[in-house]
Structures are given as C-alpha cells and as structure tokens.
C-alpha cells in the first residue's frame, strides 16, 4: 500500500501544481475575455486581505470536516451508516452538480475555437468516462496484486532446518493471532485492503477539485466576487471532508497514515488559493491552456467521484445486510442520502 500511496501523492504534485503553473505561466496575455482590469493599490490591499482570510477559513472548515468523521464517530453505530449515506450524496452531488459542469464550460468555451476537436465532440464525457474506467482499472489491479500477494504469503513453506525460522513463522504467527485473523501472517484482510485503495483514489478525485477551485478564488480580482466564493467553498471543504473522513475512517488505516490523508485533503484548497495569489497578475482563465488544463482535470475527477461515489460508497451500503434487513435504516440511510447530495447541490448556486 506504501508504493500505492506514494504513487497517487505523486500523480497530484505532477498534475496540479506543475499544469496550473504551467497554464499560467504560458498565457501571460489575455487572448480571450480581455483583461482582468488594473485594480488600485487599496483595492488590492483589500482583496489580499480576502484572500488570506479564506485561506484559514477553508483550511479549518477541511480540518474540521473530515476530522469529525474519523474521531468523533464509532463506525459498527447505525448513525455512522447514515453518515456514510450522507457523504456519498455529497461525493455524487460534486462530481455531478459541481465538477461535470465546470469541465463541460472550460472544454466548451468559445475560446478554444471550432476546430476538432473542440467544435462538435463532446469532450468532457468523454474525459469522464475515461476517468471513471481509470479508476475501475486501477481499483482492479491493486486488488488483484494484493490478493496474489496474500496467497502468496500464506502458501509459504515453513523450514523445520533452522531454529531462526522456526521462532520467525511462530512469532509471526502469533503476532497474527492476536489480531484476531484467521489468515497468513501480517495480512491485512481482504475488505479493508480494498477500502483503503477506494479511498485514497476518492481523495485524489477530491483533491484534483479542491487544488482547481483555490486556484480560481486565489486569481479572483475583486471583493464582490470572493465573498460568495469563501461562504460557498468554505461550505464545500467542510462538507467534502466529512464524505472523505467518513471513508478513512473505516478503512482503518494507521493514525500517521490517517493524518498524512486528513493534512493532504486540508491543505490542498488552500494550496490553490496560494498558488492563484502569486500568479493573479498573469493568469488569465480564458486563455486556451487554462481552459484544457482545468477542463481535463475537472473532467477527470468527476468521472472518479461518480463512479466512486456509486460503485464503492451508495451500492455496498444499500445493499449490506444491515440495511436490507431494517426498513427503517433503509429510509435513514435513503434521506441522508437525498440530504447530502441537495445540500452539496445547493452550494452550485453561490460556487
């Protein structure tokens, strides 16, 4: 799971904080939508001020939501499935209500001209889609390899030669034992394997959004236009990460891993925000490389998030024992879901 991890950390340092610069630092001229107005030295001094307001703001709203989750909740408890329903709706609204359209305005934009493929062919389904089976790959695979491994492990022929061995298999297995599992030594079992894997792939799908809409409040030149924009992502984050902390949680991972996660979901909005502050002056969100920039990237995460939210997060919950035994957790766990997934669409109306 270690190489796993440090893969998708590296897959977003690569294609959010490289691409974004790399959009803005390509199209220094406004090519398209004209320029962004030359603000007074108060006027700026004021937005700064915004700006950095929003950066603690949406930081602590991050910290907080996903962190409530995780150590405020006892995940066998029937209110943590209703939880889990609400931050799937939440996870499914984003993707659906706030990513897809953001994607389909940047890969539509009149700026990016009439020739192929930008005229006709619908590019941010297409995007999505491939997005979506991306992740079903990816989740497949690592599955797959740590299944191997694991039937590697336990088919593992004991040496009686040594007395080295010996005492190795038997600590091993007594160290096993007392986990409370009944298969091959220092294995983790099957299920949380795979919510871990669906997790951190969920995290990168929300992170790709985070990292795009910081950047877009960062490069925001006026007052009028940030104050909807801090209420608005502030809720976002806060809501985002109860959906994300809900599956860290019962992923069960370590608790440096767990802070590793809850800091990388934290951080990145108002890593955006940094990165639109020092590059306000050049950045211009029409040109074309921004707009293919953020449209892909946007276009992906949503396809991830759909797909996670629906495959991983809605259908192994409705259909768990649990639930389907209860008609009463079935109605629960169905207005959660209502709940969350209107409130996170809600939030399309100010961002």
């Known amino acids: 799971m270690g190489c796993f991890s440090k893969t998708l950390i590296l897959a977003f340092v690569f294609l959010l904080v490289t691409l974004p610069l790399l959009a803005s630092a390509t199209e220094v001229e406004n090519e398209c939508g004209g320029s962004n107005g030359r603000a007074s030295a108060a006027e700026k001094a004021t937005v700064l001020k915004y700006k950095i307001g929003a950066f603690f703001s949406i930081l602590v709203a991050g910290v907080f939501g996903v962190c409530l989750p995780i150590f405020g909740l006892k995940s066998e408890s029937n209110f943590f499935m209703f939880v889990k329903a609400f931050a799937a709706g939440v996870i499914l609204a984003t993707g659906f209500v706030h990513i897809l359209p953001d994607a389909t305005e940047s890969l539509t934009s009149p700026c990016l001209g009439e020739e192929p493929p930008w005229g006709d062919f619908p590019m941010t389904g297409l995007v999505a889609m491939a997005g979506a089976i ?191 035994s209860s008609m009463k957790i079935q109605l629960a766990c169905s207005f959660a879901l209502v709940l969350g997934a209107g409130l996170m669409s809600l939030l399309a109306v100010w961002a």
């Not at 492990?153 to 297995?173: F, N, R, Y």
Request: hydrophobic letters at 45%.
């Open 134 to 324: 991306l992740t079903m790959l990816i989740e497949s695979f690592a599955s797959g390899c740590l299944n191997r491994s694991r039937l590697e492990k336990k088919t593992l022929p004991v040496s009686t030669g040594g007395d080295k061995e010996e005492h190795s298999h038997i600590g091993s297995a007594h160290t096993h034992a007392s986990q409370g599992h009944s298969h091959g030594s220092f294995l983790v079992p099957q299920d949380d394997l795979r919510k871990r894997i669906v997790t951190q792939i969920l995290e990168l799908g929300i992170v790709v959004h985070s990292v795009i809409i910081g950047i877009s409040l960062g490069v925001s030149p006026s007052v009028s236009t940030i104050k909807p924009l801090l209420s608005a992502i502030t809720f976002h984050q806060l809501f985002e990460g109860f959906g994300l902390g809900g599956c860290i949680s019962e992923a069960k991972f370590g608790v440096k891993k767990i802070w590793i996660m809850v800091l990388f979901f934290a951080l990145t909005a108002p890593a955006g925000i940094g990165i639109g502050i020092g590059v306000a002056e050049i950045y211009n969100e029409n040109s074309p490389m921004a707009l293919k920039v953020s449209g892909f990237l946007n276009a992906a995460a949503a396809g991830i998030l759909i797909y996670m939210a629906l495959v991983d997060l809605v259908a192994p919950l409705f259909m768990n024992h649990k639930a389907q």
